[in-house]
């Protein structure tokens, strides 16, 4: 447990002495009046609603809060029988407080002579998730910057990450993230803290940021707690574990035998929320895949957002014209509430769908025949849902006999050819210019990249301005081709087609394995499709196969996913879609922690 904030609500009756810590339980009355049965109900409220109470709370001490005199004396308080052991109440004290208005939700708390305290618990990061922890420095204000958290495990091994007790916050219309603890991409600057982006010349050039994210500013308005700085791949790059991870270690992905890569780059938030039930929501970013691979490969429901429908101000950027908010689930529903308080494009939550699928066979089947079967059975309850049949089609078939002008009778693959790499390479080398003059002048040296880095940014340094700029112009060619040729936004469905994507994460692909020298992805590919359009794509994690481990020499567990793209702003009908799509065939949404990403045989 962790003192996290001090209320100073002063107590009507009694105290401990200053230096003494006693914890006990609070609990509200309107009229004063508290029975032993309303004591027992809220023990086992607390007992099945948060993992911060526990039998140590049923301490010899209880705080009633209440506007009234209260009615109970201790006498009747001996040998209660909890869902949790005997409970013998010795002490009562009252908190006064004015009539309707109860200052302290309920709870668990520790009292320190006259003030009562938040408890908080620790949690060891034992995947190797977070770069930093961290609390807010003042849990009353949403203004407030945030403070590392410098505890380790009772082990002395692993960092600990401190979580506030869930009887403390009530969602409600102005806060329906209330108590939603999430973890942040490093790439997100949080006040009062420094960001790493996994590089050691970088956390020593720069101090603790002077501002929060205005994403993340948003989502502590909207309730969030923030526990914690996510890993990521330096520089929001695509370095793989574990050999090209240079200057820190990469986070481990819990699936199957413990050994599998997490991807990158939001690696540590995609390992975190598959390993660590306690966590509600990992928030990312995506360029190139960066949410997409890390929730495939480590099992978890993925939205990258419409891009440029969310300021990014405070993000350290990978590629300002491809750069997306990225968000990490284990159900649809909170998934949609989630998404619901902070998607800023379409037509909001909209549940008729549309009436057509796209089957492209530019990146269909998948080459795994376990796993295009179970994408074949998605695909059935998809149609049988909408009534409707897939169509099968190829967009580069499509270009040849519909092209643009502006095509000047390229083939797809080849006008788009260099149309995400120059602004990709580009940024990736000119964002970091001031942190290299900023490191040479306060070290007198250039500052160490691993090789993925280096080939990156020595790629980048090539690209001109001219270069990058022709192809934010060709993109907008290939958008407004595909608004017309394939789908395109509609009032009523908010897009008139679902794309199915494929996201071929092959198992296993073990974290021990020697990668090859980095090299340039196609810009017609999977992985760069929707960025490129800068499209909404909803990845689903909707079954498993096994493999056989040799690192654990049994039979494993890899997840299979498949993804939905949409029109701009169609990002809500997506969640929508998926989850009435899987409840209407008896699927499972809920995604589990751990080895395994739903039970066998379910």
Not at 108 to 137: I, M
Not at 164 to 193: E, F, H, M, N, T
Not at 403 to 421: D, R, T
Request: net charge negative.
């Amino acid at each position: 447990m962790v003192v996290a904030d001090i209320l100073k609500g002063m107590l009507g009756t009694g105290a401990i002495e200053q230096s003494s810590v006693k914890p006990l339980i609070l609990l509200s009355s309107d009229d004063g009046t508290v029975g032993v049965d309303d004591l027992l109900d809220a023990v086992q409220h607390f007992k099945s609603e948060d993992d911060v109470f526990s039998l140590d709370f049923l301490s010899d001490s209880i705080v009633i809060q209440s506007s009234a005199t209260v009615h109970l004396g201790v006498e009747h308080l001996k040998n209660l029988k909890t869902s949790l052991g005997p409970w013998t109440v010795k002490s009562l004290f009252t908190l006064q407080c004015d009539a309707d208005r109860f200052p302290l939700p309920h709870g668990p708390y520790f009292l320190c002579g006259r003030n009562l305290h938040q408890a908080w618990r620790l949690y060891p990061d034992n995947l190797d998730c977070f770069a930093t922890t961290v609390v807010q420095s003042d849990t009353q204000s949403t203004e407030s910057g945030f403070d590392p958290l410098v505890y380790l495990d009772t082990e002395g091994v692993w960092k600990n990450i401190a979580v506030p007790s869930r009887l403390y916050s009530q969602i409600s219309k102005d806060k329906p993230l209330a108590g939603k603890r999430i973890s942040i991409k490093d790439c997100y600057r949080l006040r009062g803290v420094k960001a790493t982006l996994s590089s050691r010349p970088f956390e020593q050039t720069y101090g603790p940021d002077s501002e929060t994210a205005s994403f993340i500013q948003r989502l502590i308005k909207l309730g969030a707690v923030v526990v914690g700085k996510s890993k990521m791949s330096a520089f929001l790059s695509s370095e793989e574990p574990t050999d090209q991870w240079i200057d820190f270690h990469a986070p481990f992905n819990p699936r199957g035998d413990g050994y599998q890569t997490p991807a990158g780059s939001t690696n540590g938030g995609a390992a975190a929320l598959a390993g660590y039930p306690w966590l509600d929501y990992s928030v990312g970013t995506d360029t190139s895949g960066s949410i997409r691979y890390p929730a495939a490969l480590c099992g978890l429901h993925a939205l990258r957002y419409t891009s440029h429908t969310i300021p990014m101000t405070g993000i350290w950027p990978g590629c300002r014209e491809l750069d997306a908010i990225g968000l990490l689930g284990r159900d649809l529903q909170s998934f949609h509430e989630f998404a619901n308080s902070t998607v800023m494009a379409g037509p909001g939550d909209i549940n008729e769908f549309p009436p057509k699928i796209l089957y492209p066979t530019d990146f269909l089947p998948y080459g795994d025949s376990q796993m295009q079967a179970i994408l074949v059975d998605f695909l059935a309850i998809l149609e049988k849902f909408l009534d409707v049949k897939k169509t099968t089609f190829s967009i580069s078939e499509r270009w040849e006999k519909f092209p643009p002008l502006e095509g000047k009778g390229k083939s797809i693959k080849e006008y788009l050819e260099k149309v995400g790499f120059y602004p990709f390479y580009y940024d990736g080398y000119h964002e970091y210019e001031q942190f290299r003059t900023d490191h040479q002048q306060k070290f007198d040296k250039k500052p160490y990249v691993g090789p993925c880095m280096q080939w990156k940014w020595e790629t980048g340094s090539k690209v001109t301005l001219e270069q990058k700029n022709q192809s934010i112009e060709d993109m907008k060619v290939y958008r407004k081709w595909f608004a017309g040729c394939v789908l395109d936004e509609d009032q009523k469905t908010a897009s008139d087609a679902i794309l199915i994507m494929p996201l071929d994460t092959p198992a296993p692909d073990y974290r021990d394995t020697l990668h090859k020298a980095p090299g340039p992805v196609g810009s017609f590919s999977e992985t760069y499709t929707a960025s490129i359009l800068g499209l909404p794509q909803l990845v689903l994690t909707i079954g498993q196969i096994p493999y056989d481990s040799r690192v654990s020499g049994r039979t494993e567990y890899h997840p299979v996913t498949i993804s939905l793209v949409g029109a701009r702003g169609s990002d809500l009908m997506l969640i929508n879609l998926a989850r009435k799509t899987l409840e209407s065939a008896g699927w499972s949404d809920k995604l589990l922690t751990g080895r395994n990403t739903f039970e066998l045989g379910a």
